[in-house]
């Protein structure tokens, strides 16, 4: 008898742990809704990017001193009017198939966006030879001198960062994504337009 009321205190103490655990995730945890006064303007910009100053060292990434881009595109070089968003895809040297269907699907260049990607160096023949044929068809490639490895991504992302700053100043908007991704690239462009456009172009 004490024995079954023991396993109900039990059962009875531990619901109410479970209770008082998960309404805690949810206070802690549950979506919030941020209310943005001007949508338009507060959450996203536009800043003015003109003011943006490249003073870093163009050799130095991080702690590699001798840092250099093998392969530089310069997409950005004749801004064609409204030009307004840079998208950076970390790729793998060897994800050539994820890029040929970014490039044929989200990831379709226009006057308002363009897609780069970003590499570091693959030590196997055939993988570097297919990048730079890449590079010569599409040139959207931008490959570091430092060894492509997951161990070495914080190089990939800082070196997208440098060669925008250096390469693309004047775009409004960067977008970073990963070569496993999908975005609904027109959804984005109906909010870009929606939100920022305006904006960015300062009407
Ligand atoms: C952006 O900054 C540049 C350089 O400081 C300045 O000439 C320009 O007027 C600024 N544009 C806007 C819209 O504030
Ligand atoms: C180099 O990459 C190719 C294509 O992915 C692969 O077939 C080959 O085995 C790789 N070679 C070496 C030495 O890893
Ligand atoms: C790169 O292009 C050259 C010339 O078009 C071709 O001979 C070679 O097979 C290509 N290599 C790769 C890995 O795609
Ligand atoms: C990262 O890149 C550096 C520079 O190329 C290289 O020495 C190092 O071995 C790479 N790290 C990994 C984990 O491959």
Redesign the pocket.
């Known amino acids: 008898m004490a024995e079954g009321l023991d396993t109900t205190v039990h059962k009875i103490l531990l619901t109410v742990l479970a209770i008082s655990f998960v309404l805690n995730y949810y206070t802690e945890y549950g979506s919030k809704i941020i209310e943005i006064e001007n949508p338009a303007f507060s959450l996203l910009g536009p800043f003015?990017t003109?003011?943006i100053v490249a003073n870093d060292n163009y050799n130095q990434l991080i702690d590699i001193d001798d840092f250099t881009f093998i392969i530089n595109p310069q997409p950005c070089e004749n801004y064609p009017a409204g030009f307004l968003l840079m998208i950076i895809v970390t790729s793998n040297p060897t994800n050539n198939e994820n890029r040929r269907v970014i490039r044929n699907t989200w990831g379709k260049n226009h006057d308002t966006t363009k897609v780069v990607f970003l590499v570091g160096l693959s030590n196997n023949i055939s993988i570097s030879n297919q990048i730079i044929n890449e590079s010569n068809s599409y040139g959207d490639i931008v490959q570091g001198n430092f060894i492509d490895a997951y161990r070495n991504m914080t190089y990939k992302h800082v070196m997208g960062l440098k060669w925008i700053v250096h390469h693309c100043p004047k775009v409004k908007y960067i977008l970073k994504a990963d070569d496993d991704i999908l975005v609904n690239s027109p959804q984005m462009l109906r909010f870009w337009d929606g939100n920022c456009l305006r904006g960015a172009l300062?009407t």
């Open positions: 003015n003109t003011q300062g």
